[in-house]
């Protein structure tokens, strides 16, 4: 009996077979899978010499660590598949064809990728050179949508086995591994995540597909990477809330008032409505369904001393509040400003106002800490005040378009208005 599939069923199938994730998670052991496409230029070094124009199409089933989870920054990130190119060899006018399969590692967060290839080749009889079948082995290295890489080919003509070496450079999208959503050094880190010495601790990320993607490759590649800015603002957001749940234990441990406290409490609850709401954005651009984890609060340091105590709050109110959130206050309110993206203004005015009352926050812990605690937390403070700079202020990289980011450089300048604008109140308000 013939069988008629539905389009749905259909390109279910072609999704799996072909491996492109277009809505449906193909069967293989991987997390995820890219399909990403390159143009590029080559010279070949023959007997004759010749040039060309590339395109590469490639299919990667890969473990994508930074989806879901805080990994260590050396964490090896491998993958392998498919690839398809064509080039069209200039001299000769002729097309050269390769299918074959190919692997892919990167050592670490924002490393470079090397990917390896071997494939079938065949290379179209040209005015001026004979064509024939053969093999074709590659090597590229990959940084960020840039690649250069060696490839060698021998094809058997009729006039004899004929070798060929190709040196290409070119522009790749979206990388190999897809957008990511580690955090690369120097990153925005939004809200306030607990830190330590090790770093910041992120929520971990869940994803699950929802829905077929019907958009064009490259429209999809492009929500995907503001998608990925918002899963990392939910993972930064997620990561607030036990920050203020440990800053409110911390209050009561320090004998703070009832209201300081209550205050905390209530940033807590600020930050899972940051976290959800930014979520939901990260699963409309991304077209899946995402949601973050929430990490442990951090234990207190119950049996340490209380001027142990006070001059923590009051140095951590001074860098990840008065600082750290009033910039982040003053960076959402920008970038409000700017995004035409109603749903995404409505969230970022909120998150502004409330990032706002969280930099107040701290300022009232700062406050009460010194004067609760007197000269070592005034002089651990003044100290904090000196260190502080832009350089310690984490700055947006590798924004893309349309996630409505301020520069690296005008996240700076906020960042330093902030910080200028924050030491001359706390010399003014002597605290
Ligand atoms: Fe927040
Ligand atoms: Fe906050």
Known sequence: MKRRWTRKQAVGVMTTVMGISAGHSPPVAAEEFTMSASIF??????????AGLGLDLRGTAHTDVGWRTNVPPDAVRSGAGGYAQVVWCLRGASPRVSVGVHGAFQQGRGRGIWDFELGWLYQATSGFEPGGHGLQVGAIGADGNMEAGLRLSIFNSNQGWVPQGHVHGGLRLPGLFGASLILGGGESIPGRPQHDADGVCLGRI????????????AVVARRAAVGARWAVAARAEAASIPTFVGLAQDLRLAGAPDALILRALTAAQDEVRHAVSSAKIASRYLGQEV??????????????????????LAVESWQDGCLNEGTEAAVADARAAKTRDNCVKRTLKNIAREEATHAALAWDVLRWA????????RDAVADAVAESGVARLPRAANNPKGAGQPSGAARAQIAEAVRAAATDRWRAEAI
């Open 41 to 50: 230029f080559e010279v070949t070094f023959s007997k004759t010499g010749n």
């Open 206 to 217: 869940f994803m699950r597909r929802t829905r077929l993607t019907r958009r064009p490759t």
């Open 291 to 312: 949601a973050v984890e929430i990490p442990p609060v951090r234990a207190g340091d119950a049996d340490g001393d209380r001027t142990t105590l006070l001059t923590r």
């Open 370 to 377: 010194t004067e609760t605690g007197g000269d070592p937390i």
